[in-house]
Nanobody, 115 residues
Framework: QVQLVESGGGLVQPGGSLRLSCVAS????????MGWYRQAPGKQRELVAR???????DYADSVKGRFTISRDNAKNTMYLQMNNLIPEDTAVYYC?????????WGSGTQVTVSS
């Protein structure tokens, strides 16, 4: 069955970095536009970054210049490199398809930015 598994979150100080991973199974990964989403406490889930089936990508204004999305189709894996983290980046991060979030959600990975 379709499964998305996120990992790589943790507690980091402001200005720090983390690299998130998303492993997909049960789909032909290379055929899907993919995206990273996040949900902070009390807020709606939002799209953070998106990558096409090729190499094009786009980002929410709040993370532009700090986050980089990438994918390795051979490993059915997508990544999110997060640099210069700020407390406002604190959230649970999820992966899904990049436009309609059409796959079952995984459990996410918690990112906490705090001193």
């Amino acid at each position: 069955q379709v499964q998305l598994v996120e990992s790589g979150g943790g507690l980091v100080q402001p200005g720090g970095s983390l690299r998130l991973s998303c492993v997909a199974s049960g789909i032909i990964f290379r055929l899907y536009n993919m995206g990273w989403y996040r949900q902070a406490p009390g807020k709606q889930r939002e799209l953070v970054a998106r990558i096409s089936t090729g190499v094009s990508s786009d980002y929410a204004d709040s993370v532009k210049g700090r986050f980089t999305i990438s994918r390795d189709n051979a490993k059915n894996t997508m990544y999110l490199q997060m640099n210069n983290l700020i407390p406002e980046d604190t959230a649970v991060y999820y992966c899904n398809t990049g436009f309609s979030a059409s796959l079952p959600w995984g459990s996410g990975t918690q990112v906490t930015v705090s001193s």
